[in-house]
């Protein structure tokens, strides 16, 4: 069964800094790119970040651009985003989302997502 | 940078309706649109992409269409378990963006 299980949220004050971290299993992790994708409470579903199969091609959202790093680990099978110079703004929950490219369009699409994880940015 | 703009926000309708979201983009995407639906307290999940594919495991009441600009969302007939919110999503060359979501509500 695939899963996909986020962890590392909690309370941060403003300037502060998470590793949140996406374990995965149940298929080849290497094989595919991923996303972080958040959602403020009670709002819609804003992109992140994606990081690709090899590890070489990222890309950032401009809000969080300077100040969010992902990554990935291949032989843990493992997605980190790290997140620095929080804001109160960045409060969400953080979602992994695995990466899924049809290539008759050239869309990427989020195929499987985790459960998420709640960062909460707050003095 | 893209954007999607979903209509309406919000909408009532009953067990067995016919439902249709729409989505309009800023610029032509071709066909490189997918939708997904979201349930209180859960991940989204996919439900069609490439504007028209059925995503694993969805329902045939589910159909996408549209291209360039302009895409829909229908539900057939409106089941229980479909009162959600549903979104519409393009990734271009470099960034993700999600349109502002549809919350279908029982009337």
């Known amino acids: 069964e695939m899963q996909l299980v986020e962890s590392g949220g909690g309370s941060v004050q403003p300037g502060g800094s998470l590793r949140l971290s996406c374990a995965t299993s149940g298929f080849t992790f290497s094989s595919y790119g991923f996303n972080w994708v958040r959602q403020a409470p009670g709002m819609g579903l804003e992109w992140v970040s994606y990081?690709?199969?090899?590890?070489?091609?990222?890309y950032y959202a401009d809000s969080v651009k300077g100040r969010f790093t992902i990554s990935r680990d291949n032989a843990k099978n493992s997605l980190y985003l790290q997140t620095n110079s929080l804001r109160a703004e960045d409060t969400a929950i953080y979602y992994c989302?695995?990466?899924?490219?049809?290539?008759?369009?050239?869309?990427?699409?989020?195929?499987?997502w985790g459960q998420g994880t709640l960062v909460t940015v707050s003095s | 940078a893209i954007q999607l703009t979903q209509s309406p926000s919000s909408l009532s309708a009953s067990v067995g309706d016919r439902v249709t979201i729409t989505c309009r983009a800023s610029?032509?995407?071709?066909?490189?649109l997918a939708w997904y639906q979201q349930k209180p307290g859960k991940a989204p999940r996919l439900l069609i992409y490439?504007?028209?594919s059925l995503g694993s495991g969805v329902p045939s009441r589910f159909s996408g269409s549209g291209s360039g600009t302009d895409f829909t969302l229908t539900i057939s007939s409106l089941q229980p378990e479909d009162f959600a919110t549903y979104f519409c999503q393009h990734f271009n060359t470099y960034r993700g963006t999600f349109g502002g979501g549809t919350k279908v509500e029982i009337k």
């Open positions: 610029q032509d995407i071709s066909r490189a």
């Open positions: 989302a695995r990466d899924y490219t049809s290539g008759w369009y050239g869309g990427h699409y989020f195929d499987s």
């Open positions: 490439d504007a028209s």
């Open positions: 990081i690709s199969d090899g590890g070489g091609t990222m």
